[in-house]
T-cell receptor
Framework: AQKITQTQPGMFVQEKEAVTLDCTYD???????LFWYKQPSSGEMIFLIY??????QNATEGRYSLNFQKARKSANLVISASQLGDSAMYFCAMRDTSGTYKYIFGTGTRLKVLA | GAGVSQSPSNKVTEKGKDVELRCDPISGHTALYWYRQSLGQGLEFLIYFQGNSAPDKSGLPSDRFSAERTGGSVSTLTIQRTQQEDSAVYLC??????????FGSGTRLTVV
């Protein structure tokens, strides 16, 4: 069965520094998609970045980049030049392509950016 | 609408009562998902709709939970005889493609 693992329940980073949030996944399907979402204290889920399993290059969206290492089944999120507004819960997710199409989420990492 | 709309945003109910949670997806989005997020936890999949049918309802916790979708649009999640462990934020999301996946702001359910 597909599974997403986020091993860091909480992280601290100094403002303007870069931070890496870890995500590993498990699937036997050759075709899948990986996603990162941000959930601020207000509760909404904000889409950050997407990586397809067949994409040759790592995805980037502004200050967000995804360090995709397919052989290691990892999809770490890198946030460069952290800002105070980056403090939030971050979820890694995978699109299940085994026929059920549901998105599977990790347990999340709470990031706190320090001034 | 411009985004996924959920109502009510907050619901407090007495144990044993039935509740209905509504989700209005982005217009044209054929796929609709319900998730549950308990305090400080990740997202727990409940049910997935493609059009009006639900090919995957494997996440519904018990037969007290049901959901329907009509006209390929609005969906209602119903919880019968609510229990305190049902207290959570219920999130709805809709999707048109493999990549596009948008969440509503959720319904915070508190069972007292």
């Amino acid at each position: 069965a597909q599974k997403i693992t986020q091993t860091q329940p909480g992280m601290f980073v100094q403002e303007k520094e870069a931070v890496t949030l870890d995500c590993t996944y498990d699937t036997s399907d050759p075709s899948y998609g990986l996603f990162w979402y941000k959930q601020p204290s207000s509760g909404e889920m904000i889409f950050l970045i997407y990586q397809g399993s067949y994409d040759q290059q790592n995805a980037t969206e502004g200050r967000y980049s995804l360090n995709f290492q397919k052989a290691r089944k990892s999809a770490n999120l890198v946030i460069s030049a952290s800002q105070l507004g980056d403090s939030a819960m971050y979820f890694c997710a995978m699109r299940d392509t085994s026929g059920t199409y549901k998105y599977i989420f990790g347990t999340g990492t709470r990031l706190k950016v320090l001034a | 609408g411009a985004g996924v709309s959920q109502s009510p945003s907050n619901k407090v109910t007495e144990k044993g009562k039935d509740v209905e949670l509504r989700c209005d997806p982005i217009s044209g989005h054929t796929a609709l998902y319900w998730y549950r997020q308990s305090l400080g936890q990740g997202l727990e999949f409940l049910i997935y709709f493609q059009g009006n049918s639900a090919p995957d309802k494997s996440g519904l916790p018990s037969d007290r939970f049901s959901a329907e979708r009509t006209g390929g649009s609005v969906s209602t999640l119903t919880i019968q005889r609510t229990q305190q462990e049902d207290s959570a934020v219920y999130l709805c999301a809709s999707s048109l493609s493999f990549v596009s996946f948008a969440f509503g702001s959720g319904t915070r359910l508190t069972v007292v």
